[in-house]
């Protein structure tokens, strides 16, 4: 389950009705939204939304019913258990191939201040100013220890620019951290703090 379906399922799960549907639903062989919604005190478009998200997400069949001039839609559980099953590996922020590579430093006049960690070898957190005029804006990034002692030795606006891995050997910071330091990356070149060649 991609991280987008298990949030949408997630916040119908998480309405106070959601619990005395399914008990309906479980309940009975099938139900139309008006009987749900006469049954729990919903509004017909709520029970409708409710009945046509769980049966988008697979959980629910629909079948369409002619009785009258007008037809409409009767729901029935598909399924005895509802399994969240979602891989946060998969939530890791997508960087561009060979990211890593590009040779990176502090961009000249950024305006950023840089507060440096009571060890004195690392940033503790960068203060941003964003926005313009009376909008103006401070915002400050806490960074994790691997960000900051990477960040510390991050080459000054006027030295010569280095590649991430280059910076991290000399910080000590260890591969494994590499998603996190292209995260902080990512993040000051976006403020123009740092600039890439």
Same mark, same amino acid.
């Given at each position: 389950m991609d991280f987008q379906t298990a949030a949408k399922l997630g916040s119908y799960l998480a309405k106070d009705y959601a619990e005395d549907m399914f008990g309906l639903l479980a309940s009975y062989r099938d139900?139309? @939204?008006?009987? +749900?919604?006469? *049954? #729990?005190d919903l509004h017909i478009r709520t029970a409708q939304? $409710? #009945?046509?998200?769980?049966?988008?997400?697979d959980i629910l069949t629909r079948q369409e019913v002619h009785e009258g001039k007008r037809p409409y839609f009767r729901y029935s559980l598909k399924v005895q258990r509802i399994v969240i099953d979602l891989d946060l590996t998969q939530t890791k922020g997508k960087h561009p191939e060979g990211e890593s590579t590009r040779r990176i430093r502090e961009k000249k006049d950024s305006g950023a *201040? $840089?507060?440096?960690? *009571?060890?004195?070898? +690392?940033?503790?957190?960068?203060?941003?100013? %964003?926005?313009?005029?009376?909008? *103006?804006?401070?915002?400050?990034?806490?960074? %994790? %220890? @691997?960000?900051g002692r990477f960040l510390y030795h991050l080459p000054f606006p006027n030295g010569e620019p280095m590649s991430i891995p280059d910076i991290m050997q000399k910080a000590g910071v260890d591969d494994a951290y590499l998603p996190e330091i292209l995260d902080a990356v990512g993040l000051l070149e976006r403020y123009q703090v740092i600039e890439a060649q």
């Open positions: 139900i139309s @939204a008006s009987e +749900a919604a006469s *049954r #729990l939304e $409710f #009945l046509e998200t769980m049966a988008s997400l *201040r $840089f507060t440096t960690a *009571r060890s004195n070898n +690392a940033i503790s957190s960068i203060a941003i100013w %964003t926005g313009g005029g009376r909008e *103006r804006g401070e915002r400050k990034i806490t960074l %994790t %220890t @691997a960000q």
